[in-house]
């Protein structure tokens, strides 16, 4: 038997909002768009889908927990850019991020910087 990763699903408020979040900053395409429900296609990766918080909960029978605003999830998106990753950390900013921690070599050896998506959702930017 084998297992393979095929979509990672994020709970969030408002499905527009995630959607053009994250189309606008990575260019990830929308492959379904069922309003509670968007799924967006990565170059090179599994899918991302973004369910809205009450229809994530109907799947799982449990509500989905919210992060406080001093709070983030306890899960991470982390994502290997290109190009100038100061660049990256100002177009995050603009587009709603809150930077949780400046890009710095990790122990591992990327280049890492931490966001707070506006849903709390970790998303790291690395590069090598």
Same mark, same amino acid.
């Given at each position: 038997?084998?297992?393979?990763? @095929?979509?990672?699903?994020?709970?969030?408020?408002?499905?527009?909002?995630?959607?053009? /979040?994250?189309?606008?900053?990575?260019?990830?395409?929308?492959?379904?768009?069922?309003?509670?429900?968007?799924?967006?296609?990565?170059?090179?990766?599994?899918?991302?889908?973004?369910?809205?918080?009450?229809? /994530?909960?109907?799947?799982?029978?449990?509500?989905?927990?919210?992060?406080?605003?001093?709070?983030?999830?306890?899960?991470?998106?982390?994502?290997?850019?290109?190009?100038?990753l100061d660049g990256w950390v100002d177009q995050m900013?603009?587009?709603?991020?809150?930077?949780? @921690?400046?890009?710095?070599?990790?122990?591992?050896?990327?280049?890492?910087?931490? /966001?707070r998506d506006p849903d709390g959702h970790v998303v790291?930017?690395?590069?090598?």
């Amino acid at each position: 038997m084998t297992a393979s990763l @095929s979509i990672v699903i994020l709970a969030v408020d408002d499905v527009a909002r995630a959607r053009d /979040f994250y189309t606008g900053l990575f260019g990830w395409t929308v492959r379904v768009d069922a309003g509670v429900f968007v799924q967006l296609s990565l170059r090179g990766g599994p899918d991302v889908g973004l369910y809205q918080r009450a229809g /994530f909960a109907v799947n799982t029978g449990l509500p989905a927990a919210r992060s406080g605003t001093d709070e983030t999830t306890a899960a991470e998106l982390y994502l290997s850019v290109d190009g100038d990753l100061d660049g990256w950390v100002d177009q995050m900013v603009a587009a709603g991020a809150t930077l949780l @921690s400046k890009p710095q070599r990790r122990g591992w050896g990327d280049v890492v910087a931490y /966001f707070r998506d506006p849903d709390g959702h970790v998303v790291a930017l690395a590069t090598s």
